[in-house]
């Protein structure tokens, strides 16, 4: 049986409760949803092997990839959600962030607020025999080997079935155009003392290098990738954010734009290729293309920066986000380059129940909660963190906590991950630190693994910043601990 925590205050409580009265006493105060698992009314899972493949697809639909799989016991057909015959069958839709379905446990989420990770409750349905059943809970895993997948879900339908489904077979994806990352800088300068307001940057993929020879003033390059080339205007030689036009006549550049690709003659000698293009290096040989239209846009990304150039189904579409310290002033200030959390809902000190920890709840702004007994409602729709932080005296102190190595035991300097524990023959899920989806009061989550916790305090003023494989999302203002 499982049951979805509420909250990590719960969890504390819970930890109190020792003897059967008081576990009694928290059962009878749980909603029915809670209850109905305990109390056994869920019938045993129909268990289905499907073994038919009757359609997969993968659509990519505002930057956001959708994979649909049909999938049927023998003797099942049709597609989408419309079948015939005597069995069961699944359709599904889930999101993955690659061109190809990814190996993950996908877990339920409404279509507004589906991410990665996920599969959404209003287009995945069980055919059962006849009927359509919508899902309103549950787990999809994938594995793969190569395009060899398989999948096991545990899903519940809206009028309470639960169903245990396998399935294995053979996908093919085919690759669509991705931006091509930029990930090393070539060069990097100033041209104000040339008495030209701009700056120039050389930005490559990861697959190319290259030498510059001063006695010949030649560069080599070897490997095979591409680089953008780039002049760029600069009042006072630093990078600056904005969206850059080009400018109309190559190497006359003016505020807001970007120097075209140009040729240009010197000392009686022709030289190719300046200005902003777009080269390419095969085997270490090179040409390239002149970069005439369209924009480039500048952005801080935290203490980097994010340029851009193109578009999805361009000719070419390129971005690098890095640091370039040659051209970053040491007024820019860095940005953060993940969710903004505006409101705390939770600050409770874990000492008197024996546990060296805070747990705290950090929301965006649109969420909110009450607690009454031992249920939580939520409302609204939006994200909301709840962190388990080391502390010994019930205190927040300033500092950098790494993830803990196993949930529920969280050491000095460390925060607590996300995890699930077992009490009283019962499964209590998504513990720790987790991030929470809120989709019009409906609650999914997402454990937080890794990554690192910053603290700072200045005054009364608290910054708490979880960096995480799963999301970055930052805390600013007074906090309040119980």
Not at 171 to 195: K, R
Not at 235 to 244: K, Q, S
Not at 298 to 322: H, N, Q, T
Request: with cysteine; proline share 2%; net charge negative.
């Amino acid at each position: 049986m499982v049951i979805n925590s509420k909250t990590d205050s719960e969890m504390k409580k819970l930890y109190n409760i020792i003897i059967i009265a008081v576990a009694a006493f928290l059962l009878a105060a749980c909603s029915k949803a809670v209850l109905d698992p305990l109390q056994g009314i869920y019938p045993a899972p129909s268990v289905a092997k499907l073994e038919s493949t009757l359609a997969y697809d993968a659509q990519k639909i505002d930057g956001k990839r959708y994979f649909t799989l049909d999938l049927a016991e023998a003797g099942v057909s049709g597609s989408h959600g419309s079948y015939s015959g005597n069995g069961i069958a699944l359709f599904a839709t889930l999101v993955c962030n690659d061109y190809y379905l990814k190996a993950n446990t996908y877990t339920n989420a409404e279509a507004a607020a589906a991410k990665n990770g996920n599969f959404i409750t209003g287009a995945t349905s069980v055919w059962d025999n006849g009927t359509a059943k919508s899902l309103q809970s549950g787990s999809i895993t994938i594995t793969k080997n190569n395009d060899n997948y398989s999948l096991s879900a545990i899903l519940f339908a809206t009028d309470g079935t639960p169903y245990k489904l396998s399935w294995k077979g053979e996908l093919t994806y085919e690759a669509d155009p991705e931006v091509i990352p930029l990930t090393q800088v070539f060069t990097a300068q100033s041209n104000l003392g040339n008495g030209v307001k701009s700056v120039t940057m050389s930005l490559g993929t990861a697959d190319i290098s290259s030498t510059f020879d001063m006695n010949t003033w030649t560069t080599t390059w070897s490997g095979s990738g591409n680089y953008l080339a780039i002049d760029l205007y600069s009042e006072d030689g630093f990078l600056h954010e904005g969206t850059y036009t080009p400018c109309a006549v190559g190497g006359v550049i003016e505020a807001g734009q970007y120097g075209i690709g140009y040729d240009t003659e010197m000392w009686g000698m022709k030289f190719e290729n300046w200005g902003t293009c777009w080269w390419t290096v095969e085997n270490g040989v090179t040409s390239a293309q002149k970069i005439l239209s369209g924009n480039i846009t500048v952005a801080r990304s935290g203490s980097g920066w994010l340029i851009s150039y193109g578009k999805e189904g361009d000719e070419i579409w390129c971005e690098f986000k890095g640091e370039i310290p040659a051209l970053t002033s040491p007024d820019t200030p860095a940005t953060f380059d993940g969710t903004e959390l505006t409101k705390q809902l939770l600050g409770q000190s874990n000492i008197a129940n024996g546990v060296n920890s805070l747990t705290f709840q950090f929301a965006t702004e649109d969420v909110s909660s009450t607690t009454e007994g031992w249920t939580t409602t939520w409302s609204g729709t939006g994200y909301y963190l709840a962190l388990d932080i080391y502390s010994a005296d019930g205190t927040l102190a300033a500092g950098e906590y790494k993830a803990c190595a196993t949930g529920g035991q969280i050491a000095e300097g460390e925060f607590g991950i996300g995890f699930d524990t077992e009490m009283w023959g019962m499964t209590f899920e998504n513990w720790g630190t987790c991030w929470w989806t809120v989709t019009d009061g409906a609650t999914s989550a997402q454990k937080v693994l890794d990554g690192t916790v910053k603290v700072e305090v200045e005054g009364a003023e608290y910054t708490i910043t979880l960096e995480s494989s799963i999301i970055n999302a930052r805390y600013k203002g007074a906090i309040a601990i119980k």
